[in-house]
Each structure stands twice: as C-alpha cells, then as structure tokens.
C-alpha cells in the first residue's frame, strides 16, 4: 500500500473516557504508517455525537475505518453510514440493531456491576430542563473500568472521566452501519462495565470477525494497546485490499 492509499483510523472513545485512552494504540498505529485521528466524542446523546463523528469521517480526505469503543461503538454504527467509511472496529463495545438502543440491548443480558456503581449528577440544556448524567464512582472506577491497568493509572483515570448523558442510554440506532460494512470486534472477556455476552452477541450478530482478549478489562485499549492496534491495522489492510 502507497501512503495515499492507506485509509485513515477514527478512533472513537466512548463513556467515562477521553482521547488519551487511545494513547498506546495510537503510538502503534503510528509505527505502522497507518494515519489515525482521535477526536474527542461528545457524550451527550446517540444522534448528535454520530452526527459529529460522521462529519470528522466525511472531511477527510479518502476512505475511514471507524474504531469504537464501549458506547462509541454506537457511535459508529450510525456514523459508520457516511459515505466514505470502509470499516468498522468495536472494542468491548455495544453493537447496535437498527432501531435498537444500549438499554434495550443491555437488557437482554444479566447486568454488569456498572449500573449500581453510577453517580448522577445534572448539567444545563439551553432552552430546556436541566439534563442528567452520569459518571462511575471513583473508588469503585478501577475494579469496574480498568482491573487490568495499574492502579497509578487508573487513579488519574477516575478523576478525569467524562460523564455520559442519561439520553445516550434510551436514543435508539437510526441506521446500523455494518449492514453494509465490514466489521471487526476485539470482546474484553474480564468485562465488568459491559457484559461481555452483550459485545458477543451485537458482534456475532454483525457478522463481524471476532477475538477475544481473555481476562481483558473494559479499558484494554489501555491495558493491551498493542492487541488492539493488530485487530485495527487487520482491518485497515483488508479494506484498503
């Protein structure tokens, strides 16, 4: 592959995170000589942070492969439909239905210890009520988001997590882009923040080309970027073939 032909990588983060947790596969990805972008995802509702995404994917120049993790891999099942997106990667994340919402798929399966571990709190709507969201609670951050990360590391990590809107829980999918895109998913089989059932079965449902990462934590773009990084460059090799 000539540099021109190499598709871009998206990284796409996803609740109580921020770009930096992409550090590591960034770095490798780099090596490579695969371009990559980290933008910084709202968090503020399904819809309006695909809307977001898709317009960083639909700027750059050539094809993008999308990559979410955790909620944003949500995110780009909707923003996945731009035009100019050549694949799909989803680590430890939800894999959305066309129609379907993170509660309604989460529902399927026993919860995880996420859901009595988040803290609410409100934050201001211009012209309109108050809204709510939510972050983990910080002494309980390590154990549920990042077991596998040391624990220096996932102190900063708890204090510098970005809270999620309670509407990105209920907003339902309007399109489900891995119908028509290939897709790829990395499962974090020590998950305690989503079910790993729950990335199984949207992956196996996508038809996605799945690994599992035993005894990975949810955060494993953190604890094992490298992992991470080789399921991308998979990707980015087979939709530049």
């Known amino acids: 592959m000539t540099e021109s032909t190499v598709p871009t990588v998206v990284l796409v983060h ?4 921020d770009s930096t947790s992409w550090s590591g596969v960034i ?3 780099q090596e490579r000589g695969i371009p990559v972008v980290a933008p910084a995802n709202p968090l503020r509702g399904l819809a309006g942070d695909a809307a977001y995404i898709a317009s960083v994917a639909a700027q750059i120049d050539g094809p993008v492969v999308l990559v979410g993790h955790s909620y944003g891999g949500g995110v780009i099942t909707v923003a996945g439909a731009a ?15 066309e129609g379907e919402s993170l509660g309604e798929l989460q529902g399927r399966f026993p919860a995880s210890p996420l859901g009595d571990n988040l803290v609410a709190a409100s934050y201001p709507v211009e012209g309109g009520e108050p809204g709510t969201e939510f972050t983990i609670a910080p002494a309980k951050f390590p154990e549920i ?3 596998d990360v040391p624990a220096a590391t996932t102190e900063v990590l708890a204090v510098a997590q970005r809270a999620l809107s ?8 309007s399109v ?44 494993v773009a953190v604890s094992r970027p490298k992992d991470v990084a080789a399921l991308i460059a998979e990707a980015v090799a087979a939709v530049a073939a």
């Open 14 to 17: 996803g609740a109580f995170a």
């Open 27 to 29: 770095a490798d990805l």
């Open 83 to 97: 035009d100019n997106v050549a694949g799909l990667v989803y680590i430890a994340a939800y894999v959305l239905e």
């Open 145 to 147: 988001f990042a077991a």
């Open 166 to 173: 309670a509407k990105a829980f209920a907003e339902t999918a």
């Open 176 to 219: 489900a882009a891995w119908k028509t895109k290939p897709s790829w998913a990395l499962v974090a089989g020590a998950d305690l923040a989503i079910n790993p059932d729950v990335e199984r079965f949207g992956a196996e449902r996508a038809g996605a080309k799945v690994v599992e990462a035993d005894g990975a934590s949810h955060a």
